[in-house]
């Protein structure tokens, strides 16, 4: 079992910058570990993931070239780096991680959410135009 606390959300204009934070302390000897996001009325979606594996990283389509996923080297945190905000993207952002190989990561089983074993409390993300 592992803890994950996010921080960073906030509300912002189109087009601004926000930046979250996941910590916690991963034991997992090979892990996917991520971002979900939840709009109202909507089910939980995928956003982004890290597999510990090469350090591979996978993106939604419609985040891909303005959100970035990273770890810091002493897999205490992950950060969800996000750019070029649109109204689309208001929603509780969800951490989340679990024990998944690199031959199921590379099958895409990261995308889902009954892959995760632990999930944060959720952080509010809100976008204006």
């Known amino acids: 079992q592992v803890t994950l606390t996010e921080s960073g959300g906030g509300s912002v204009q189109t087009g601004e910058s926000l930046s979250l934070s996941c910590e916690a302390s991963?034991?997992?000897?090979?892990?996917?570990w991520g971002w979900f996001r939840q709009a109202p009325g909507k089910e939980r979606e995928f956003v982004a993931v890290f597999h510990s594996t090469y350090g591979s990283r996978s993106y939604a389509d419609s985040v891909k070239g303005r959100f970035t996923v990273s770890q810091d080297n002493a897999k205490k945190s992950l950060t969800l780096q996000m750019n070029s905000l649109k109204p689309e993207d208001t929603a509780i952002y969800y951490c989340?991680?679990?024990?998944?190989?690199?031959?199921?990561?590379?099958?895409?089983?990261?995308?889902?959410?009954?892959?995760?074993?632990?999930w944060g409390q959720g952080t509010q993300v809100t976008v204006s135009s």
């Open positions: 991963i034991s997992y000897s090979t892990y996917c």
């Open positions: 989340a991680a679990g024990p998944v190989s690199w031959l199921d990561y590379a099958k895409a089983a990261c995308r889902a959410v009954g892959v995760f074993a632990d």
